[in-house]
């Protein structure tokens, strides 16, 4: 398997515009994760699902973010609109509570919001 | 509420030397911990982990260590090489439903 795949890596963008994040899990792990990194709060959840069902979206800043995972293998993070403070590292991680053990993170998104 | 804390920032050692990252959490129903390495540019990455009927777990250079009674846990690493420069984070779940993450400790091993 290729790991988890996040795409754009880099992602400069203007204020006020739409930005979509998008994650590939590992097949078969059941649990999809968003964290967003930054310096005073770490690895912060913004969300995650299980069996592509939201399961506790409290994490996410405001009502400009949301998420969705229409299938088992994708999942995007929309942040609309978008604001300086938005800029940040953003992670996708995947799990399989079956197996177990730890979840394994994408390479990340990095965001600029100018 | 920071359920996971790292409460140093960041962390100098000699190459050779023991390095001891620290973390603690507040939720006595964690049962699972895990700490991870993340360097620039990259995701975080599993390093080891612990499950909560353990008090120690090894594997090579790195140990962790868990305190159940004083909700602390620590990662030994020994000796530090220059390669373990990097971000490790803490975590910890309960039931393996969600993940909670400490800030972060960036370590620095001096050649």
């Known amino acids: 398997d290729a790991g988890v795949i996040q795409s754009p890596r880099h992602e400069v963008t203007e204020m006020g515009q739409e930005v979509t994040l998008r994650c590939k899990p590992i097949s078969g792990h059941d649990y999809l994760f968003w964290y967003r990194q930054t310096m005073m709060r770490g690895l912060e959840l913004l969300i995650y699902f299980n069996n592509n069902v939201p399961i506790d979206d409290s994490g996410m800043p405001e009502d400009r973010f949301s998420a969705k995972m229409p299938n088992a293998s994708f999942s995007t993070l929309k942040i609309q609109p978008s604001e300086p403070r938005d800029s940040a590292v953003y992670f996708c991680?995947?799990?399989?509570?079956?197996?177990?053990?730890?979840?394994?993170f994408g390479p990340g998104t990095r965001l600029t919001v100018l | 509420d920071q359920q996971v804390k790292q409460n140093s920032p960041s962390l100098s050692v000699q190459e050779g030397r023991i390095s001891i990252l620290n973390c603690d959490y507040t939720?006595?129903?964690?049962?699972?911990f895990l700490w991870y390495k993340k360097y620039p540019a990259e995701g975080p990455t599993f390093l080891i982990s612990?499950?909560?009927?353990?008090d120690k777990n090894e594997d090579g250079r790195f140990t962790v260590f868990l305190n159940k009674s004083a909700k602390h846990l620590s990662l030994h690493i020994v000796p530090s090489q220059p390669g373990d420069s990097a971000v490790y984070f803490c975590a910890a779940s309960a039931l393996g439903n969600q993940f909670y993450f400490g800030t972060g400790t960036s370590l620095t091993v001096i050649p």
């Open positions: 991680a995947s799990y399989s509570r079956e197996v177990g053990g730890e979840q394994f």
């Open positions: 612990i499950s909560s009927i353990k």
């Open positions: 939720n006595s129903m964690f049962d699972y």
